[in-house]
């Protein structure tokens, strides 16, 4: 936590600068998409309310309902419903996590914003992140940290730069270890942004939002729904 606190003043001194070249209003998870699709010649296809079909050169690649694209496998949503199965397949691949843990839940809700209780000691407080993974890559990284100006309100961070490899691998781990996911966010407690060690998986979400990757409130913010739909595009070619 102390970590993040650190890079407070200086992200925001550059904050205003981002800001002015994003969208007014910003773009939502579907309009990330789209545009991202629409750059590789990909048409989004409306079908009914919330659920849409991607077709290239005339053939249907892929979907997306909910925040869920095609590359979440119906078995992979099973798996994440079921805390006991997601456990033991984390335990399979000798990642370290505290998913069923008494505070695990509390401490890090996969949906952004969350509330989160300022710890009385910032310096032993875990740093709690949230990447964004696609295929075998990070492809975004942010810290989550309550507002030291108080006002009950969450920050994000963008941090994809500033971690440990491992701290990514441990990332990119997680998401493997669920077979039939390919992109989705994994949430991690670690103790330092340095290291990995001491690191634990806390959550894995496959509707987790791409907006506060692509705008983050401090930081330029990373191309989340662009991985997506280039990887959209690669497991189409297989």
Request: charged share 20%; glycine share 10%; with cysteine.
């Amino acid at each position: 936590m102390l970590q993040l606190l650190s890079l407070l003043e200086p992200l925001r001194a550059q904050q205003a600068q981002i800001n002015a070249t994003r969208p007014d209003p910003l773009l939502g998870d579907s309009q990330l998409l789209a545009a991202a699709l629409a750059s590789r010649s990909v048409t989004a296809k409306r079908i009914t309310e919330g659920r849409w079909v991607f077709e290239f050169r005339g053939h249907v690649i892929g979907g997306f309902a909910n925040r869920v694209t095609t590359l979440v496998s119906a078995h992979s949503r099973r798996l994440l419903g079921d805390p006991a199965q997601l456990r033991a397949h984390l335990d399979l691949m000798e990642v370290p996590h505290a998913i069923g843990a008494d505070d695990a839940s509390e401490q890090f809700q996969p949906m952004l914003p969350i509330e989160l209780e300022e710890p009385e000691n910032e310096q032993d407080h875990p740093a709690l992140l949230q990447a964004y993974c696609v295929g075998k890559s990070v492809v975004s990284m942010i810290g989550v940290m309550p507002d030291p100006e108080g006002g009950g309100r969450t920050l994000t961070i963008d941090v994809t730069d500033r971690v440990d490899e491992g701290i990514s691998q441990l990332a990119v781990n997680g998401l493997c270890s669920v077979p039939g996911l390919l992109a989705g966010a994994v949430n991690m407690q670690v103790s330092s942004l340095d290291t990995a060690e001491g690191g634990v998986v806390i959550g894995i979400d496959e509707t987790a939002s791409t907006v506060p990757h692509h705008y983050p409130d401090l930081g330029p913010g990373r191309g989340v729904a662009e991985a997506v739909a280039e990887h959209i595009l690669f497991t189409a070619a297989l």
